[in-house]
């Protein structure tokens, strides 16, 4: 227990010791929130759906959240050439402890990442139905934070270098933003597309992000946290094996 | 303390080691020399359970680390060739973190990075971020980790490349320091044959995944009939320049080199 403290203690210590960084990873959020929030808000608005801010500001939380854990993640890759991975793989700890400690660090800081961004849209001009919704937004958050964190460390495990990262980047990370629904709603879409968002781990956390915010749900927030619950158990146990088989 | 029996990695169809054997006996500083891509540093990741051999066996301290992961890890310290440090964490955050993942209790671990880091003249920047320290002094923390939880064997790969003489020099003073008062076994790796000479007991020479010689300083030198270490080195592994191609971790290391200016 005291290790898994420890680890997650360090990856909350890094985080809050980047100040620029923070700060630089909340400009994406923000440009998709004024722009297209502001700038397709009427289009949105003529075609019957209500308020674009209101219905974009969730899926920016969501995406902000998704980047974020996923490059805690990759940051093994960072710690895995030269740094201090090696240190925390020759000690006489079971691999999955560390695992364990760093994938909940990363996904806290994702967390705190995602509630920075849940501040700024408040400022924007977003408004929760209510707070018990919010609360019920948080947990939602969390788990976006956890299923992701661990995704990353599935995938930080296998990367060697920083090509890999921008592949990832490319044909994973952006699709699973751009199918997730957090731009667009999710009925009437072309065939491919409803199988593809069906598919996207994102769009439930999304989905289950809209329902607790603003009471508007596709698939029922019941489905979201089941479908999120079994992801994260799922891609905690294929994280766990991942880390456990990396080598020097 | 470390036995290395017929010791094979092979990386697809490149044999690194291949086939190498020696013993090093409890409170002995051994050195391990070897021309760049010989297998030294993939032998000392064998023996810190990093890499599995191929085949053959390792004993530390009694042990099969293949068996008993971390029975062994608990066994040793090593110092990386690349720095191993969170450069975020302070050097007393570095320290205590180690002190966790070994286990030492919180009363003990208190008291030792105290005096392990007074012993390397780091108390004072104990609350600096790791980032803000030069090499040497990075150099010495690892080393003032690798020895908080009393290890038995302590590993050294090319401790101090990249540092400057007075570095080395006080550095090594460190490491025999250490060597006689807490009975540590040293297995280290160097490209400076003067280190190796003036701080090492017995010597081994690995070249293309062999070992070419092994004995102390005195016996390689009488064998190839030279005055200096480094002759005998030469004598034993030849003069042509080995060249090893950037591998992934190379192209990280520049890069991280032009993010950390």
Known sequence: ?248 | MIHAQNLVKTFGDITAVGGIDFDVRPGEIFAFLGPNGAGKTTTIQMLTTLLRPTSGSITLDGLDPAIRPLDARRRFGIVFQDPSLDHELTAYENMDLHGVLYHVPRRVRVERIQSLLTRFELWDRRDSRVKTFSGGMKRRLEIARAFLHTPKILFLDEPTLGLDPQSRNQLWTHVRHLNETERVTVFLTTHYMDEAERVAHRIAVIDHGRIVAQGSPQELKQQTGTESLEQAFLALTGTSIRDESANSADQMRQVARMWRR
Not at chain 1, 75 to 100: C, N, S
């Open chain 1, 1 to 248: 227990m005291e290790v898994i403290y420890a680890l997650w203690l360090r990856e909350v210590k890094r985080y809050l010791r980047s100040r620029p960084q923070i700060l630089a990873s909340l400009g994406q959020p923000l440009m998709y929130l004024l722009v297209l929030g502001f700038g397709l808000g009427p289009v949105f608005e003529k075609a019957g759906q209500g308020n674009y801010l209101q219905f974009v500001a969730p899926g920016v939380v969501g995406m902000s959240i998704l980047f974020s854990s996923i490059f805690s993640g990759v940051g093994l890759l960072w710690d895995r050439q030269f740094g201090f991975l090696k240190e925390t793989l020759v000690a006489p700890v079971p691999r999955i402890h560390i695992m364990i400690g760093r994938t909940l660090g990363g996904a806290t800081t994702a967390l705190i990442q995602g509630m920075l961004v849940l501040t700024v849209c408040l400022i924007a001009g977003f408004r929760p139905d209510d707070f018990g919704g919010t609360l019920l937004g948080l947990l939602f958050m969390a788990l976006i934070a956890i299923v992701f964190a661990a995704l990353g460390t599935i995938i930080g495990s296998g990367l060697k270098d920083m090509q890999g990262f921008q592949l990832v980047m490319n044909f994973l990370v952006m699709p699973i933003f751009f199918l997730s629904g957090a731009l667009y709603p999710l009925s009437n879409l072309p065939g491919a597309l409803t199988v593809a968002t069906r598919l996207d781990p994102l769009s439930y956390g999304v989905d289950g992000l809209r329902g607790a915010f603003i009471g508007q749900s596709h698939f029922g927030m019941a489905v979201d946290i089941a479908v999120l619950g079994v992801l994260a158990a799922c891609f905690m146990a294929l994280g766990a094996r991942a880390f456990s088989r990396i080598q020097a």
